[in-house]
Each structure stands twice: as structure tokens, then as C-alpha cells.
């Protein structure tokens, strides 16, 4: 007797909708979301790719399962007591780039596609909007401060999950490109590079949300925040 269509095989797991976000992430985490098909995750699930659709209508709506679900934690972060703006947004940051170095592949895509978000993303912003309400901005210097926050997180995990940021092979690089050019043109860069330990790469993150936070307080004092 034929098998259905759509039913798993038989002796396999029953096939839930958290079975389905776990291995495709699975898949991401390992590959990237263009090997993610939902003929391949059917494959890893040993069942009928029409056995997906009865869960997830199509990719965008498995695409928005998984970024749900590794959003999911940023909930039961612990973002501090209200009367610290700083201290939320910074929690905040750190929260967020932990969620983007467990899934390189998969984070980055929310830059990119900003459509991609999902009620998960807009319920962990939330915190971002109440941080920025408490430091008394206005409704328009917090949706500025929100998306200055957002973009240099996402500008940072995107450089991040190149595995370029901080390699030295590329600074090495760098200062080759500097050196075959005529001695005394760009002279700072060849001081700067040129001195440049190989240092701790939380530094370049550290000193890019310090920035974006030193920028933000001076509007809210400006404000008599």
C-alpha cells in the first residue's frame, strides 16, 4: 500500500513544529540559510516536504519560526531595574550580540531583510523603547536612538560572522597594500596599523557601544535628562 503524502515515515518521530524550527536551525547554524530548503529539511526529517506545510506554510514563515525562537531568550534576560537607562541598553546590546554569536548565520539576515521580523524581535526591542522613554527622549529621538542601537549591532554581527573582524591577516594586509605605495602618502594609517597590537577582540565592540552610548547620554543631557 502506497504511503501517503504528507504523513512521516513510519518508525520516525511524530513531526511537530518544534521538531521542524530545531533541525532547520540545525541546518542554518551549520550552513547557512541559502542550503536551507524545505526539500532538504525534509530529507533531515525523513519525511514528505508537504509534511512541513502542514506546520509552516512556506520558507518566509520557517524563517520567521527560527528567528522567533532564538529571540525567544532574549525575554528572560535580566535587563536591570528602571533607573538606569544605560545599564538597560547595555544589557540590552550584550544580550543581543550573544543571540548573534550563537547563530552567525542566521542573525545577520535580519539587517539585510528587515522584513524578517517577527513578534519575538519586536517584543525584545520593547526594552530598547522603555530604556530610552526612562531617559526622558522625546518619540522621535527614541526611535533614533533605537535604530542607532539596532544598525550598529547588526553592522557589527554582520562583520563578525565574516570572520574578517580583527584578523590580523587583514591588517597584515592592509599595512602590504600601505607599504607597495610611495613612502610618506597616508602617513596615519601607517602609524595607526603599523602600532596596532593584536589585541582582545571584545575591544572593538566594547569601544563601539561606549561611543553609541556617550552619543546618547549627551542628547539626554542636553534634554536635562
Known amino acids: 500500500m502506497a504511503r501517503r503524502v504528507g504523513r512521516p515515515r513510519a518508525g520516525d518521530k511524530p513531526l ?5 524550527v530545531g533541525v532547520a536551525l540545525s541546518l542554518v547554524d551549520e550552513d547557512g540559510i541559502g542550503a536551507l ?12 516536504p508537504m509534511a512541513i506545510y502542514h506546520h509552516l506554510p512556506n520558507k518566509r514563515a520557517l524563517l520567521s519560526a527560527l528567528i ?7 525575554r528572560a534576560v535580566e535587563f536591570g531595574e528602571a533607573g ?10 550584550l544580550a543581543f550580540r550573544d543571540v548573534a554569536r550563537a547563530h552567525p548565520k542566521l542573525v545577520p539576515h535580519l539587517a539585510s531583510h528587515p522584513e524578517a521580523a517577527t513578534e519575538a524581535t519586536l517584543e525584545s526591542t520593547e526594552e530598547l523603547y522603555a530604556a530610552f522613554e526612562e531617559a526622558g ?13 539596532v544598525d550598529f549591532l547588526n553592522g557589527y554581527a554582520l562583520a563578525e560572522a565574516s570572520g574578517a573582524l ?11 597594500m600601505l607599504d607597495a605605495r610611495p613612502p610618506g602618502e597616508l602617513p596615519a594609517m601607517r602609524r595607526t596599523l603599523g602600532s596596532l597590537p593584536d ?3 571584545e575591544s572593538p ?9 556617550a552619543g546618547l547620554e549627551a542628547t539626554v543631557r542636553r534634554r536635562g535628562g
Open 166 to 176: 580583527g584578523d590580523p591577516d587583514e591588517r597584515r594586509g592592509m599595512l602590504a
Open 199 to 201: 589585541g582582545d577582540p
Open 16 to 20: 511537530t513544529r518544534a521538531r521542524i
Open 205 to 213: 565592540f566594547e569601544f563601539g557601544l561606549e561611543a553609541v552610548l
Open 37 to 48: 530548503s524545505m526539500r532538504r529539511l525534509a530529507g533531515e526529517l525523513g519525511v514528505d
Open 137 to 149: 527622549m522625546g518619540p522621535g529621538e527614541i526611535v533614533g536612538a533605537v535604530g542607532l542601537v
Open 84 to 93: 538606569d537607562w544605560r545599564v538597560r541598553v547595555r544589557a540590552w546590546a
Open 68 to 74: 522567533s525562537e532564538v529571540f525567544s531568550g532574549m
